[in-house]
């Protein structure tokens, strides 16, 4: 079986850094695309394309015969409920986005002639949401509830090798609540079909342990032969070390014998002159392996490598390769806005890139594995990561959640999640879960209030309900025994988990498994860490939670606003939150009050901040019609709220000026106008050519400057200064009537490949080109070319209209387009429309590469 994702020997530049964002998955795609099932070993396949799909159920679906020719044909990766119509009676509730569930089969044949009869195949799914069961020819091959890890299984005893076969996939995500977020349903990732001699490496089976020393490495390999063979087999294990210019650098090989079963091969390689895995420079080498029989190539597998120091200190924080670093991290959920949870590497890219360009160096996968090519991009974009499985344990937080699954499967699932993700460089470190209720003594239940949950969490519990001093507890030794798993996978990287309790009687705590400290908000108890937790590292594992909606600004900004607040449930008939940085959850802060705790705090490693990027589901701190969250620094059509300059402007070394909010407002109404910025010593404001004096941060605490001004049509300009010398200058209009639509796209040039996407901003804009901020103009869409719309958003949160159409409102100005290419070259011409308005065209081109 090959499992070469994606090779960094390919080239120095990263395979995400390409303007397209795909052109590495591309060649992939080409790659396994073409290989023929009958063949020699070593071979897979992508099986993406052509299934057929319904939204029903009926056990018959999963019978070789059944007559699927009326259902619907599509490619994979697929999420239905993204298609679906909001609905209030939805049984996912605001919480799981008010999208529709249910229980969907998808159906596809396979024809094989094939003549070994030695021949192994497997069939592998990145991912599928939920309860999965896999049929081949009738037959139930096996199931697998836990939504978010890959899985496969070895199809081989089911199939017809000289004929036809069908395979039958049962995706229930019927029963909700059962997440506390959006996680979407079908085959959400990407599948695989592959083919293998009858002893091969075993799936994720090769570990690279290295180990810097001097200016070279040691690497220990681990691989883990499989046998279906009766008879004990005489191989060989070649393995080399690519570095990124594709040139071998080390290699060695070792005779082993292959018994029936699995056999654990170990290898040592020495490095000299290694090349360090920095986040500002990620270099990457490839580990291949070969399973040699002879002469001949039985299987081969290919990894990632970086090479990095990473440790944890309890007084001096986070470092890699010695350099003492802030990890100024976001949390990021899975889905991408009005594309659902299906994986599409353009639109994955995109938001990495966001986070990035904004100086983030770190994400959080919340709260569950991500899909494979998440920590790809990671590996090659410098991207620190914390990997993580499970919001819940044996407790549950909503009726139908993974809590009805933990004691059979999670000894399974978290091993996959730490044998599949182990090797990506960008990974330094595990989290065993997020926010459990086995931080407390507790009842085993399933579900509380999900509209309080969140408040729940965060209160104050009683100190009975805590550890004592005794024996160990059923819940500390749950924490032990996920840990031991963990560590037995990888013992090279630390483990913590997001905890609201910060008593050091906590039961995960009080394990003494947990090595990294971890804090989900609770900022006004980091100054106990050191006396509560002696010589522990410690990090924020979730923070801020402020609340914003992108373009809505309620003043006077000094006054902070706690929501929901005491008051449930809570009602503002607005849905709005205000984007300066004065709204917030009632168990957190906002976000300068955090990052300033955590920037001059030494012994705090940083922190992942709720959330990079909103989500759908989890509206807080609204119900229904909100159904995406108010959270995140970037809204979830990917337009960046004011928080995104703040960021910019500490953690990065780009020159930032950002003065908000726009400049429409009622004759004589008091404005708050503030400024980020940094690189500068002073701000001046000018209103309409008159100074409104200068302004500078009184002293390392304060993040922005701010003047409270009567509002007069007309111009407001900034200029920042350092030492007298003018640094930048930004200007804001007074918006005119709309007067026309103004088309912004990501890129001009799509991969003919039928999953390329381009993000076309739509503006609505005044004569001159300025933003009508207040603008709800509806925009109809229409495309001529072999490409089509693949979503629609405008980043409200409580928007009703549906994410696939050709049409959507403006909010505060502006929506969204997404437009996906087919497999055919040509031209593309997008037009919006909107009533009032003069059109905007927009040219597309699609190219083969």
Same mark, same amino acid.
């Given at each position: 079986m090959?499992r ?5 020997f390919?080239?120095?530049?990263s395979?995400? !850094?390409?303007r ?23 071979e897979?396949q ?14 018959e ?7 699927d ?24 509730g ?15 044949r396979?024809?094989?002639t ?32 836990y ?56 799936q ?26 009766t ?6 294990l ?13 290699q ?13 091969v170990s ?16 270099y990457i080498?490839?580990?291949?392996s070969?399973?040699i ?18 440790t944890f ?8 390769n ?32 966001m ?34 499985a ?6 549950g ?5 993974y ?13 996959d ?5 182990r ?16 931080q ?10 999900l509209?309080?949950? #969140?408040?729940?969490? #965060? ?34 990287r ?5 905890c609201n ?26 100054a ?15 923070s801020?939670s ?12 000094d ?37 300033d ?6 012994f ?22 909100a ?24 953690w990065?070394?780009?020159?930032v ?7 429409n ?24 050519g008159?100074?409104?004096g200068?302004?500078?941060?009184a ?12 509002f007069?049509p007309?111009?407001?300009r900034v ?31 799509l ?25 709800? #103009?509806?925009v109809f ?6 490409a ?7 980043? !409200? ?7 696939k ?19 055919d ?5 997008l ?19």
């Open positions: 090959m070469a994702l994606f090779h960094p390919w080239g120095r530049i395979c995400f !850094s390409l397209a964002g795909i052109l590495c998955r591309t060649l992939l795609l080409c790659l396994v695309a073409c290989l023929p099932m009958g063949g020699h070993a070593m897979r992508l099986w993406d394309a052509q299934w057929r799909f319904a939204l029903a159920d009926s056990p679906m999963a019978q070789l015969y059944y007559d020719s009326a259902w619907r044909v599509l490619n994979l990766p697929h999420d239905w409920a993204i298609e679906g119509n909001f609905y209030v009676k939805n049984p996912s605001a919480v799981g986005g008010a999208l529709p569930g249910g229980v969907g089969w998808y159906r596809k396979l024809m094989l094939d003549n070994n009869e030695y021949s192994r195949y497997v069939l592998h799914f990145d991912g599928a949401f939920m309860n999965t069961s896999v049929y081949v020819n009738g037959k139930l091959v096996g199931i697998r509830p939504g978010f890890i890959g899985f496969g299984f070895d199809i081989t005893p089911f199939l017809n090798k000289k004929g036809e076969n069908v395979v039958a996939v049962r995706i229930d995500n019927a029963q909700q609540p059962n997440c506390r977020w959006y996680t979407g349903c079908g085959i959400y990732r990407h599948v695989y079909l592959l083919r293998s001699d009858d002893v091969r490496l075993a994720w089976g090769v570990q690279v342990l290295p180990v810097l020393k001097g200016r070279g490495a040691n690497i220990t390999l681990n691989s883990t032969i499989e046998s279906f063979a008879q004990a087999r005489k191989l060989s070649k393995q080399m070390v690519y570095d990124a210019e594709g040139r071998c650098v080390a060695s090989t070792t005779p082993c014998v292959a018994h029936e079963g699995k056999n654990t290898q040592k390689i020495k490095m000299t002159n290694a090349k360090l895995w920095w986040p500002h420079a990620p080498y490839k580990v291949v070969q399973l029989d002879g002469k001949k190539v039985l299987d081969r597998d290919t990894t990632t490598m970086g090479l990095r120091n990473i200190d309890a007084k001096k924080g986070f470092a890699i010695g350099r003492n670093t802030k990890l100024n991290g976001v949390c990021l959920h899975g889905d991408l806005g009005c594309l659902g949870s299906a994986i599409n590497e353009d639109a994955l890219y995109r938001q990495l890139r986070m990035k360009d904004m100086g983030a160096n770190a994400i959080r996968c919340s709260h569950n594995p991500p899909a494979p090519e998440l920590l790809h991009m990671c590996d090659t974009m410098g991207l620190m990561v914390m990997d993580e499970f919001d819940q344990w044996r407790t937080k909503t009726q139908f959640d809590a009805l699954f933990f004691d059979k499967w999670a000894e399974k699932d978290i091993t999640m730490v044998l599949r993700d090797n990506h460089p960008s990974i330094i470190l595990w989290s065993i879960g997020n926010e459990v209720l086995e407390w003594n507790t009842d085993k239940n399933q579900g509380v209030d509209d309080d949950v #969140n408040i729940l969490l #965060n209160n104050a519990r009683d100190p009975s309900r805590l550890a004592d001093n005794k024996e160990l507890s059923d819940n500390s030794k749950i924490t032990r025994w996920l840990a031991d798993i963990v560590r037995r996978n990888d013992p090279s630390l483990i913590t988990a997001g309790e910060t008593s050091p009687s906590n039961h995960l705590f009080k394990s003494g498994a947990i090595d990294v400290i971890g804090f989900n908000y609770h900022t006004k108890q980091v106990k860490v050191p006396e509560n937790f002696p010589g522990k590292p410690f990090l924020l594992t979730e801020v402020a609340l914003q909606t992108r373009g809505f600004y309620a003043m006077p900004s006054s902070i606003r706690r929501l929901p607040g005491k008051r449930r449930p809570f009602i503002d008939t607005s849905f709005l939150c205000s984007a300066y940085d004065n709204s917030c959850t009632s168990w957190s802060a906002t976000h300068e009050a955090t990052w705790v955590v920037k001059h705090t030494p705090c490693s940083g922190q992942f901040i709720w959330t990079g990027f909103d989500y759908i589901g989890e509206p807080t701190p609204f119900n229904f019609p159904r995406s969250s108010y959270f995140g620094i970037v809204d979830l059509a990917g337009f960046p709220k004011d928080a995104y300059y703040l960021y910019q402007s500490e990065t070394n780009k020159t000026l950002h003065l908000f909010p726009h400049w407002w009622m004759p004589g109404q008091t404005i708050d106008l503030w400024c980020y910025y940094n690189n500068a010593d002073e701000v001046e404001l000018f209103v309409n008159q100074s409104r200068v302004k500078r941060k002293n390392e605490h304060e993040y922005h400057v701010m003047w409270r001004e009567r007069e007309g111009t407001v200029v920042s200064r350092k030492a007298g010398r003018q640094v930048a200058e930004r200007t804001v209009n007074t918006a005119a009537q709309p007067h026309h639509l103004r088309l912004t796209p990501n890129r001009k040039t991969l003919a490949n039928g999953r390329s996407l381009v993000f076309i901003t739509v503006e609505v804009v005044d004569k001159d080109g300025n933003l009508c901020p207040w603008a709800e #103009n509806e869409f229409s495309l001529n070319g072999h089509s719309i693949a979503g629609v958003d405008n980043g !409200s949160p409580f928007s009703l209209e549906r994410f159409d050709n049409r959507r409102k403006a909010f505060f100005g502006k929506c969204l387009v997404v437009v996906q290419a087919g497999n070259e040509g031209e593309v011409n037009k919006a429309k909107s009533i009032g308005l003069e059109d905007a065209e927009l040219k597309l081109e699609i190219k083969a590469k």
